[in-house]
């Protein structure tokens, strides 16, 4: 079955810690996006990609880093430089920015 | 910039019930208005994907209906069951070179048996 996978699904960062969460696609989207969601504020997008080799950053960008080497594969990187980075994480991809979007089941990130 | 706002945060309807959830936009230049389901501690499940030059879209007990004049969507929901508890988000792609999909808060529904 075609989908995206996130992990891993917990994951505990220590103080000063950069941590990588993984997002892989075999749906053949050229698109990926990475979202952060906090409770009572919706999901915020960190940073996205169009094609391989190419990324732009959301709106809430600092303290994140992000590469894009392979189409199925986008993965976050959550640095030290992120102050707050306990969340709910989501990556999504579609086949361009205009069609349905598909969600992973997500990464809860906390600091410990 | 493009705001997405679902009022109320959180509904409680009986079963058995026809509700509405409301999602309104500021910016009518909309590629796509997309509704999705969230569990809790889940991702989120795509319900219904509306075209900017569509005024409506329906699966099953679902039909969501888009006003772009207005800044308006609504997402029906017919005979409401409690498996149809969940977190209802509304979200729009704008239309530009970086266009990219802006959530509302969404609104939690519960049906009680």
């Known amino acids: 079955d075609g989908g995206i996978t996130q992990s891993p699904k917990y994951l505990f960062r220590k103080e000063g810690q950069n941590v990588t969460l993984s997002c892989e696609q075999n749906?053949?989207?050229?698109?990926m996006y990475w979202y952060r969601q906090d409770p009572g504020q919706g999901l915020r997008l960190i940073y996205y990609s169009q094609i391989v080799n190419d990324f732009q950053k959301g709106d809430i960008a600092e303290g994140y880093s992000v590469s894009r080497e392979k189409k199925e594969s986008f993965p976050l990187t959550v640095t030290s430089a992120q102050k707050n980075p306990t969340a709910f994480y989501l990556c999504?991809?579609?086949?361009?920015?205009?069609?349905?979007?598909?969600f992973g089941s997500g990464t809860r990130l906390t600091v410990v | 910039k493009q705001e997405v706002t679902q009022i109320p945060a959180a509904l409680s309807v009986p079963e058995g019930e026809n509700l509405v959830l409301n999602c309104s936009f500021t910016?009518?230049?909309?590629?796509?208005l997309q509704w999705f389901r969230q569990d809790p501690g889940k991702g989120l499940t795509s319900l219904l994907l509306i075209q900017s030059s569509q005024r409506e879209q329906t699966s099953g007990r679902l039909n969501a209906s888009l006003d772009k004049s207005s800044g308006r969507s609504t997402l029906y929901i017919a005979a409401s069951q409690p498996g149809d508890s969940a977190t209802y988000l509304c979200?729009?792609?704008?239309?530009?070179?970086?266009?990219?999909?802006?959530f509302g808060k969404g609104i939690t529904l519960s049906v009680r048996p």
């Open positions: 999504a991809s579609s086949i361009s920015r205009d069609d349905d979007y598909t």
């Open positions: 749906l053949n989207h050229d698109a």
């Open positions: 979200a729009v792609v704008i239309t530009g070179a970086n266009s990219k999909l802006t």
């Open positions: 910016d009518s230049a909309i590629y796509n």
